[in-house]
């Protein structure tokens, strides 16, 4: 972790206490379980509770705390959201339940639809008056859980990450103006895997792998390109 050039990065690996966390093979999820439990809490309220936005989960969570920790964390360590999504649980749920085996669309490829989405939300926002409706919040946060689901369950990788989710895209954008960023400690570590199925350095038959310069070891057919930490 980086806080600027002139100063030296900090390991949080070596950071006692929270390295031995962040090594722990299950410490995203237990970030995540809270968030889902929130999430839950979200839409049982919004459902069933008041109407009335202040005396509502839906109306308060999301568009008041939710904000403003989400703020805080881009002003003081970069893009923590993602670390701790609710949103990977239904994403890995459907990975195990379908074989998530087509490629993302050529033509819904880079970040095109994301940032439209974006701006859909924004205008919804205003037009519908969101955080005046419990109701409406809480089916968006179905909407959403249920989109994560569906994308990861036919398409291959981190298609709803990388193609789709509009919070991802706003907070990604955003922790641009972060004094601080979280980055590879030995960048010579890292090679690219051609293939989901691929966990470290475990190669199943019929896919390639790709080293960090590019250079391809063939194994037969291709894959989806992304990073994995050895």
Known sequence: MSASPSRA???????????????????????QVPFLLLAA?????????PADAPRNAAGV???????????????????LFCLACPFMLPRRLAKKLFPADRLWPAWLRGKW?????????FWVYEAWDLWASPWLTAWLVV???????????????????????PIGQFN??????????????DPGRV??????????????AGRGVATATGRRRRA???GTARAERL
């Open 9 to 31: 990065p900090v390991d949080l690996l070596r950071v006692p206490g929270l390295g031995r966390f962040l090594r722990w093979k299950h410490a995203r999820t237990t970030l």
């Open 41 to 49: 809490l979200v839409v049982f309220d919004g459902l069933t509770g």
């Open 61 to 79: 969570l999301p568009w008041i705390h939710a904000r403003g920790f989400v703020a805080l964390a881009l002003l003081v360590a970069g893009n």
């Open 113 to 121: 639809l994301a940032v439209a989405l974006v701006v859909l939300f």
């Open 143 to 165: 909407g959403y859980f249920l989109a994560a689901f569906v994308v990861d369950a036919f398409f291959r990788g981190a298609a709803f990450c990388k193609h789709v989710c």
């Open 172 to 185: 990604f954008v955003n922790g641009l103006v972060s004094p601080a960023e979280v980055a590879v400690r």
């Open 191 to 204: 090679r690219v895997v051609r293939d989901e199925g691929l966990h470290h350095g475990a190669l199943r």
């Open 220 to 222: 037969g057919g291709a």
